[in-house]
């Protein structure tokens, strides 16, 4: 019974102190979605997820400056503004670390930030170790990121879908039909973000299935890791892919994200549609997503460390 | 007929009844997503398909054979009815189920049960019944017993690894549904025609 005890305890959560800065840690947990390592350096706590091509960073914060931005993607999610400057209510599907929030929540106090997660112990993690603590107005619902789109009749201004399990994204929610219920679900002027992965066959499937759904999509490019944030509205005029036509935010706002956020450097990210490809692609939807073999970790965040 | 066409059969059960637990999976997820609660309904309701299918047909097998036989037919019928209603009204009856139930877990249990139940537990009555024909044909019923749920099994592993590897990723699971009742109508076909009579050397 003791080893038994033993072998749960290990598996649950192997804590490893490095010793040499008091305070600093590794720890692992195996849940029953992900395998997950947070590591504390200094000021800067990450959260990982292990996968069978090694660790993707999910999230980062510098617990001595919570509101920057730590990992490049969350800045390019930031994209949404020049679509729909003034969020009201925002859905994001997927918590990761909350990397997102906290910058979000200061330039938007009063907004409705509802975040989605499968994965109770991620909430967890970013409660105790990631400085994120749900509030009024950034409440987390644990369950399956579809389910709660199906069920919940809100209207929102942003939807950002981010959803990863151990480095794979969950096959029904990159569907036709999904994007169909996001759309729905999406107020008139709102825009749909969505976290995708270059390099990989399942980048031109994305594509080819949220132009499926929205009439108007716009790329931009993250340097470095591979990732591309997809910005799609259901309108169709005024011309977005035009950037003379994007909104800019407050001032009040504008002040918040100074010299955390570029807005200018995220404009530069902006990238074509690659047609031809996108053209050959196969379209995902219910009946047919082999998501998991359109290789969605090829060039995830993964890298080097 | 020869050997041969017996275990193709029994291994063609196998593959129909693992195979089509990797196809509910991707019926469910779109209605109740892919956690691990919906993972644990759709194994519980196969095994307990299993379970109930392997013990009924245990009985049938002991049944005067003119019941037995009828018995095998009725089977053959629900196995045939039941994959019809998922391949046709399959997707519609999911979408039912998922707003009539507030609850996400009972949603999927009744699901499970409604969509699946039956043909795994029709398609399981099958392997008593080829280890009864082993039986008459002379071979020992312990060795008859290992035999069928030995290569059964590995015709499982088989649907496993076909229907997630080179199915999946290359047809529609509403198109594989069809494929499903076209191969359960041959192989039970040709089963109940090999249960007729038993003429294994």
């Known amino acids: ?305 | 007929m020869p050997l041969i066409a017996f275990y193709a059969i029994v291994v063609t059960l196998g593959i129909l009844s693992m195979g089509f637990q990797m196809l509910g999976s991707r019926l469910l997820s779109p209605h109740f997503g892919s956690a691990i609660d919906v993972w644990a309904c759709l194994i519980s309701t196969f095994l307990a398909a299993f379970s109930l299918g392997s013990m009924l047909g245990g009985a049938i097998s002991n049944f005067d054979p003119i019941v037995r036989r009828w018995s095998q037919y009725a089977c053959a019928f629900a196995a045939f009815g039941s994959l019809l209603v998922t391949a046709v009204w399959g997707r519609a009856l999911l979408g039912h189920i998922e707003v009539g139930f507030s609850s996400v877990l009972l949603g999927v249990l009744v699901a499970c049960l409604a969509l699946f139940f039956v043909p795994v537990a029709a398609l399981s009555t099958f392997s008593p019944q080829c280890v009864h024909y082993l039986a008459q044909a002379g071979v020992a019923p312990g060795k008859g017993s290992g035999l069928v749920y030995g290569v059964s099994t590995l015709g499982n592993i088989a649907g496993v690894m076909l229907t997630t590897f080179v199915l999946i990723p290359n047809f529609r699971v509403s198109t594989l549904l069809y494929v499903w009742l076209a191969v359960a109508v041959l192989n039970l076909a040709a089963l109940l025609r090999l249960l007729r009579t038993p003429d294994l050397p």
Request: charged letters at 25%; aromatic letters at 8%; a neutral charge.
């Open chain 1, 1 to 305: 019974m003791k080893m038994l005890q033993c072998v749960l305890g290990l598996s649950v959560a192997t804590a490893v102190l490095a010793g040499a800065d008091a305070g600093n840690y590794v720890e692992s947990y195996d849940t029953i979605y992900n395998s997950l390592t947070i590591e504390r350096n200094g000021s800067v706590v990450e959260l990982r997820a292990r996968s069978r091509r090694g660790e993707a960073l999910e999230s980062a914060v510098d617990l001595n400056d919570p509101l920057k931005l730590m990992v490049a993607y969350t800045r390019s999610l930031y994209a949404g503004v020049f679509f729909q400057p003034k969020p009201a209510r925002v859905l994001m599907i997927g918590l990761g670390g909350a990397g997102f929030h906290r910058l979000f929540s200061a330039a938007y106090p009063d907004a409705l930030l509802q975040s989605v997660e499968l994965d109770p112990k991620v909430l967890e993690l970013c409660e105790t170790r990631l400085a994120f603590k749900p509030t009024a107005k950034t409440p987390v619902a644990l369950t399956d990121g579809r389910m709660f789109v199906k069920r919940d009749k809100t209207q929102w201004d942003w939807i950002i879908l981010d959803a990863f399990r151990g480095g794979f994204v969950p096959p029904h929610l990159k569907t036709e039909e999904y994007y169909r219920e996001c759309a729905a679900r999406l107020s008139d002027r709102g825009v749909f973000i969505s976290n995708l992965h270059s390099g990989t066959e399942l980048f031109h499937s994305d594509i080819k299935t949220i132009k499926t759904v929205f009439p108007q999509v716009v790329l931009f490019e993250t340097a470095g890791r591979g990732n591309v944030i997809a910005c799609a509205v259901k309108y169709r005029t005024p011309d977005m892919t035009k950037p003379e036509n994007w909104g800019s935010v407050e001032n009040s706002v504008a002040q918040v994200l100074a010299g955390r956020l570029d807005l200018v450097a995220i404009k530069e990210e902006l990238m074509e549609i690659p047609a031809k490809q996108v053209a050959k692609a196969r379209l995902l939807t219910d009946d047919f997503s082999p998501v998991e073999f359109l290789d969605a970790m090829k060039t995830n965040n993964t890298g080097p460390k």
